[in-house]
């Protein structure tokens, strides 16, 4: 069978060794708004990126001079930059002499570069945008300008640096919409990092001591608007704070940073704490550069979603105080996402907001998923009303004449959200495939309807005396077999049946046995090699995933020492070793169709592996902090991932693209699961909260509080009327997902600004609280009757 193309260079792509790798879909440029070009948002900037074009005559909305070649210009700004490294942001009119002299020097020498550079037009620009005389800069550094053009002159490179710092600068505070100096347009220039860092060297030098003024203003500002908009306005509060105490250190005002720290840290919400606990450690320039999580607030922009109408309120009182330092960190680091319509209240707000980099754009989760299942190849099942005399002790039906039956035509009609059956190439059905699937509709003939009056049974497996330390659980499909990974390196696969584990025999005994015999696959298997227990050493570090494949042939666990191995369950071996992530890999999960795998880790991205082959076919990279779990899509064409970032996102196996992103969750993610009609999601964090997410609108429908600690698996019942979640809290709950999903307010208006209206209280959809001993639920597991299996390590107290 075909795997995914492994060649698709637009996916696959080699890891850097300075961070994880990054698809061209995720990087900046290819995004509305992130780009040369782009529209920063839907109503106040004109391209993004972090040099400075030329000014362009007019205020034309930041879009630069079509003869003015960018990469040109940002060199100017850069050779501006190196020229002054006193930096002359904010220098007033009326300078002193000297000053004014550095100013002119510096002028000067922009305007011979740019000569040299052959850029005449360029040249032309500045010097009619300073008013300069031709004499001027033809006399070079000792030409003496007149009052009025080193005024021009200073002002003008006020502006240069204001334009570097504000990064795609809009028609913010002194931007004229007649004749006469505009807005600046920007270019990329993220190939150049010596430029960038010298340019923030260079503008960033606003007055330190103002810092606190600046801020302490914005908050009385917002603390006295109106309710409506307080509430919008306030999200500014945290990203705000975080770029202004950045900005100092990285200036090296190190005691300003400290008093601006310890004033205003205490405002921010509760769920930013270990952020800000991060982020009190970084106290010299030093320190920001080894920081990673840090180095990516500062790189990625920071989502706001803000009406029309807070958004308009912000910019007029900013304009009118004149405070630049904030509009330009507003321009340069957040994205505000503006709507039209009535601003959103606290509780959706709160609802959505806590993850590392803001909200999900909107347009993040306007691609079109195909969440439908796939139609179930026709299967001729036997029908036989004596399961138990029908089956020999292998579990296999006897040959009987076989009709039709119900079960097997139940997804004949094509679902029309279902994605086409070749979009990807997916295995054929094995003969030992279609057996199984036989016995599990028969088995589904004897499921339990479950519902609000008729609760499962759940059956607890407890790791007694775990010393190892268990670090992973899985349940195969039909929930004959239970492995463990431990912290000691090692996996551990229990028969949980009458039946025991046997290895097949050695390759002597094998060549005596009779190939054509009936019972060939019996006699295989080596009798003195049965056990209840089988352990698998490979691993140079703890096992923190484990998966069983569909067929229950193959484990994948993965570990600490990044590797990802795939076990025979026919002898117990190991087979082969993925080598992809460089750090711990956190969690793997094979495809509901075998032959592809999924892996998640340290390195902040999910790779999609195909069992065939040694390097991985995807990199999913977009997360910012590690992936910690990771999940198929029923129909195996997505791969939802939850990170460390406080996101969930789902990735197109495909063509590699992140389709939607998920925001709302205060904590890291550890669970995922993906309902049996593939159309919603639940996840589970270490905030306690089970969120319900619809995945073709790309909405959050519900919100599932009750508890206490990280809901570290969470399953839905094999009809989907029953979600159930565990935790470290020693609980297992079960949800009425039922309820949780209908009279879904899905309207336009809805999905257009994604406002979301959540149930005040979910307890009137718990169904039941099961309380262990002094056990963490780390595993669930509906069996195919609707039986909850569940496991964990006993921990005494």
Not at 370 to 399: A, M, R, S, T
Not at 515 to 531: F, H, N, P, Q, Y
């Amino acid at each position: 069978m075909a795997a995914l193309a492994e060649e698709q260079t637009e996916v696959v792509i080699k890891p850097d060794p300075e961070g994880p790798p990054a698809l061209p879909a995720t990087q900046p440029g290819d995004c509305p708004g992130e780009g040369s070009g782009g529209s920063h948002n839907s109503s106040h900037n004109g391209g993004g990126g972090g040099g400075v074009a030329a000014a362009s005559a007019g205020g034309d909305g930041g879009t630069p001079k079509p003869a003015v070649p960018p990469p040109a210009a940002a060199a100017a700004a850069a050779a501006a930059a190196t020229a002054a490294p006193g930096g002359a942001a904010g220098a007033p009119a009326a300078a002193a002499e000297g000053i004014a002299s550095q100013d002119r020097q510096t002028l000067l020498a922009v305007l011979q570069f740019l000569r040299r550079s052959n850029l005449r037009e360029s040249e032309e620009i500045l010097r009619r945008e300073a008013r300069l005389l031709e004499e001027a800069a033809g006399a070079g550094a000792q030409g003496e300008v007149d009052g009025p053009g080193a005024e021009a002159t200073s002002a003008l490179l006020s502006r240069v640096a204001a334009a570097a710092a504000a990064g795609p600068t809009g028609p913010g505070p002194g931007s004229g919409s007649g004749p006469g100096p505009g807005a600046f347009g920007v270019v990329a220039v993220e190939d150049q990092p010596d430029v960038s860092a010298v340019l923030s060297a260079y503008n960033q030098q606003g007055d330190p001591a103002m810092y606190e003024e600046y801020y302490s203003g914005l908050k009385h500002f917002i603390e006295c608007s109106l309710d409506c908009h307080r509430a919008e306005l306030s999200q500014l509060f945290y990203p705000l704070f975080v770029h202004m105490y950045l900005e100092l250190v990285y200036n090296q005002h190190e005691n300003e940073a400290k008093s601006f720290f310890e004033k205003f840290h205490g405002d921010q919400e509760c769920y930013y704490q270990d952020d800000l606990r991060v982020l009190s450690s970084l106290t010299k320039k030093e320190h920001m550069k080894g920081n990673e999580t840090m180095l990516d607030f500062r790189t990625s922009k920071f989502v706001l979603r803000i009406s029309r109408d807070s958004y308009q309120l912000l910019k007029r009182h900013l304009q009118e105080k004149q405070n630049n330092q904030i509009w330009n960190i507003v321009q340069e680091h957040l994205y505000i996402d503006i709507f039209d319509g009535m601003p959103r209240s606290k509780q959706q707000i709160d609802a959505m907001v806590g993850s590392l980099a803001g909200e999900a754009k909107r347009e993040a989760n306007k691609a079109k998923v195909f969440f439908g299942l796939l139609k179930e190849p026709e299967i001729e099942v036997p029908l036989d009303d004596e399961d138990e005399e029908g089956e020999n002790e292998e579990g296999k039906p006897k040959k009987k004449k076989p009709k039709k039956d119900s079960m097997g035509s139940k997804s004949k009609k094509q679902d029309p959200n279902a994605p086409p059956q070749n979009r990807i190439p997916l295995p054929e059905l094995k003969d030992s495939d279609k057996l199984d699937k036989i016995m599990n509709m028969k088995e589904t003939t004897k499921r339990v309807r479950l519902g609000p009056d008729c609760l499962p049974s759940i059956c607890f497996y407890t790791f007694l005396n775990a010393y190892q330390g268990l670090t992973a659980v899985d349940v195969t499909d039909d929930s004959s077999l239970i492995a463990g990974g431990f912290a000691d390196s090692t996996v551990r696969v229990w028969s949980v049946t009458p039946k025991k584990l046997r290895s097949v025999k050695t390759a002597t005994d094998l060549s005596l046995i009779d190939k054509e015999s009936d019972d060939v696959l019996e006699r295989i298997m080596d009798e003195k090699t049965a056990s209840e227990l089988k352990i698998l050493y490979g691993h140079s570090g703890p096992v923190y995933g484990a998966s069983f494949s569909p067929d229950r042939n193959y484990l994948l666990s993965s570990s600490e020492d990044g590797t990802v191995r795939l076990w025979s369950l026919q002898t117990f071996t190991c087979l082969v070793g993925y080598k992809g992530h460089n750090y711990p890999v956190w969690d793997t999960q094979f495809s509901p169709y075998g032959y592809y795998f999924v892996s998640g880790g340290h390195d902040r991205v999910a790779r999609l592996w195909a069992t065939d082959h040694y390097q991985p076919l995807r990199i999913f990279a977009g997360h910012l902090a590690d992936v910690n779990c990771t999940r198929f899509h029923p129909n195996s064409n997505y791969v939802a991932t939850g990170s460390a970032d406080r996101t969930v996102r789902l990735w197109d196996v495909l063509n590699g693209n992140c389709v939607r992103i998920f925001t709302g969750h205060k904590g890291p993610i550890h669970s995922l699961a993906f309902s049996p009609n593939g159309r919603f999601l639940a996840t589970g964090a270490t905030d306690g909260r089970v969120l319900l997410w619809d995945i073709g609108h790309g909405l959050m429908v519900g919100e599932l509080k009750g508890h206490t600690d990280t809901v570290c698996s969470l399953k839905f019942s094999r009809d989907g009327e029953i979600l159930a979640s565990g935790s470290m809290d020693n609980t297992v709950r079960l949800w009425d997902a039922i309820k949780a999903f209908e009279d879904l307010e899905t309207d336009d208006f809805t999905t257009a600004t994604g406002h979301i209206n959540l149930p005040e209280n979910s307890q009137d959809l718990l169904l039941g609280t099961y309380m262990t001993k002094s056990t963490p639920v780390v595993h669930l597991h509906f069996t195919r009757r609707n039986l909850v299996l569940a496991a964990g390590a006993y921990s005494p107290q």
